[in-house]
């Protein structure tokens, strides 16, 4: 018999990248006293990977929990960047309400859109906290309309529109009922968790059926497998039967069982339904599998996820440099590294080529992609990766492709280059709205005309431009687009750079290695400042004579060389040129690297 479990509750933190999802977490979790005393001062706590620490940003869901009052809260921290939206599809079915979080400032962003949307289709009432409410500048109330707006075109219901708010500063962790209420600390907002998000409802004494949402890894326990139980008990040492896609149900022994509590694993006797837990004992189990009683194995709907965008293929690294600096360098080590990642990111697809060399990876979006060479490359993993290019849909029978919306914050004064770039882009403006001396343009813009856009933007805007992006949907196909307007400098001969040679072409090109760099022939050592490529000699030195001169020698200065990474570099590149990416260097490169072959 179904019953509300009245001292659990499961939440997912939703919103826009940068609006303080992560930080406001990390303030419930001193609030409680989840915090060890080791981890108290450590400011987002919960963005455990280096790579989240770098970039600032969440990239992998991650369950905790807290106490108050006596109440179990689950809480999930959900990734803010729409190439990460995946993470947030398969949390959004572990829970039974969302805490909205809205800056008071920005407002509603295209990730709020996305987010929201996704909690509504799985018919969550929201909880909104309107965040940086401390900020001089908050408009806390034109936000609140601004969700509320929001919510009504994307089709809430009465319940859903009668949401509570709390206004919040996750920074000074704080938070009040009202916009200019006291604030001394977070208590009204878990007062208002404790008040409004329903407890599940669930039968505690009918058969298991519990759902893997998350993979994760523990080098001593192995494979964790992270999910609900929808119904029935879990316990530590049952033996239990997991039931994949094929339907076939497979036997296996619960050897491990964990709950969260704070930043910690707490190894526990027993989960019950509508708890969040991890279990370790099984390899083989793969997201959306259902682990049931044996004697009543009745699988549960499988996950399903938006599809990808966006395809790239890796490919094993033949150029000369190959093998120096790379551990896993070989087509089956690269493959079961890429298939490793697709059975944890369901958003991530991994398909065969022409070739048992290359592998065709479809994603979400560039930084979804630049992520997972970043994770490889420091794994130790040496390959190639082309240019992205859109995966496009027939509808209706038309051919359509992946458009986004483009939320751009800049300048006054750089308003005019940004809309002439993304014109020829092929954008479409939806509006144009003032705040103080910074103007906030939206677009609707097809997902191939942002690539390499983001570092053209961040120029034209010297900096100052803030450009938001999510996917929107599929629309039909906008023509071709105006290609790279520059071309590639390439070496012709092997060896290390010389400082001679890079400063005699530098005043035609903007380089991408400095002096006494390994290079071999084919290898993209700068950008051509016009269209076309130039093959250049850049391992050469200067020829010494026996007459001395009777002034002194040319001062050779450089300039400094344009550091490359990952996501910039894939947005560069053209159809023939590949990133070449070991633990140690990101190269450019020609496909095809003999001079002779490409004239051809």
């Excluded at 990977?49 to 009052?69: L, M, P, S, V, W």
């Excluded at 398969?90 to 962003?109: H, I, P």
């Excluded at 033996?239 to 896609?245: K, S």
Aim: charged share 30%.
């Amino acid at each position: 018999m179904q019953a509300p479990r009245k001292e659990v509750r499961n939440l997912a933190i939703i919103a826009h990248v940068d609006h303080g999802k992560t930080t406001l977490l990390d303030g419930l979790l001193r609030q409680t006293g989840a915090l060890p005393p080791k981890v108290a001062a450590v400011e987002r706590v919960m963005d455990s990977d280096a790579q989240e620490r770098e970039r600032g940003i969440t990239i992998h869901a991650k369950n905790t929990a807290i106490r108050f009052e006596g109440v179990h809260i689950h809480l999930v921290d959900t990734p803010g960047h729409a190439d990460f939206g995946g993470e947030v599809e398969r949390v959004l079915g572990m829970v039974d309400a969302v805490l909205l979080l809205v800056d008071a400032v920005e407002g509603v962003m295209p990730q709020t859109r996305f987010v929201l949307r996704k909690a509504l289709e799985h018919g969550l009432r929201p909880i909104l906290v309107v965040n940086k409410i401390d900020r001089p500048e908050q408009r806390a109330a034109e936000v609140l309309d601004e969700v509320f707006d929001l919510l009504v075109e994307l089709g809430a219901d009465d319940t859903q529109l009668d949401f509570p708010v709390v206004y919040a500063s996750a920074k000074q962790g704080t938070a009040s009922r009202e916009i200019g209420g006291p604030r001394k600390d977070l208590r009204p907002l878990l007062e208002t968790l404790l008040e409004y998000a329903p407890a599940p409802v669930v039968d505690l004494e009918a058969p298991l059926q519990f759902q893997a949402m998350t993979l994760a890894y523990d080098e001593f326990l192995g494979r964790l497998v992270i999910g609900r139980v929808a119904r029935g008990r879990l316990r530590r040492g049952a033996t239990v039967v997991r039931i994949g896609a094929d339907g076939e149900p497979q036997s296996f022994r619960v050897t491990k069982l964990f709950g969260a509590l704070g930043v910690d694993r707490v190894e526990i006797e027993e989960a019950a339904a509508g708890d969040l837990c991890m279990i370790a004992g099984v390899d083989s189990i793969e997201i959306g599998d259902t682990v049931c009683d044996a004697s009543a194995p009745e699988p549960l709907p499988r996950v399903t996820v938006d599809p990808p965008t966006v395809r790239v293929r890796f490919s094993v690294n033949n150029s000369p440099l190959a093998g120096r600096e790379g551990r896993f360098v070989t087509s089956r080590q690269i493959g079961e590294r890429l298939r490793r990642e697709a059975l944890g990111n369901v958003s991530i697809r991994i398909e065969p080529t022409e070739s048992p060399e290359i592998f065709e990876v479809a994603a979400r979006g560039e930084m979804q992609i630049g992520v997972l060479v970043e994770e490889m490359r420091r794994e130790g993993y040496e390959f190639s990766v082309s240019r992205p290019e859109i995966i496009t849909r027939e509808v209706v029978g038309r051919r359509c492709e992946p458009v986004e919306d483009v939320v751009a914050e800049v300048p006054e004064a750089c308003q005019g280059a940004v809309l002439e770039k993304l014109s020829q882009r092929r954008a479409r403006i939806v509006s144009m709205e003032r705040r103080g001396v910074t103007s906030i343009l939206q677009f609707v813009v097809p997902s191939r005309g942002l690539f390499g856009y983001r570092s053209e933007f961040l120029s034209d805007t010297r900096g100052e431009g803030i450009l938001h992006r999510t996917v929107r949907g599929y629309e039909p196909w906008t023509g071709d687009l105006p290609t790279r307007s520059v071309g590639a400098i390439v070496a012709t001969e092997g060896g290390d750079t010389t400082a001679y040679a890079l400063w005699k072409i530098q005043e035609r090109a903007d380089l991408f290695v400095g002096p006494g760099v390994p290079c071999y022939e084919g290898m993209i050592v700068g950008a051509n400042r016009r269209a076309g490529d130039m093959n250049v000699h850049v391992s050469r030195a200067k020829k010494l004579t026996n007459i001395r001169a009777a002034g002194k020698d040319e001062n050779v200065v450089l300039t400094p060389p344009r550091l490359v990474a990952v996501e910039w570099a894939l947005g560069w590149i053209a159809e023939d040129e590949l990133l070449e990416v070991t633990p140690k260097s990101l190269r450019l490169r020609k496909r095809a690297l003999s001079g002779s072959q490409r004239k051809r």
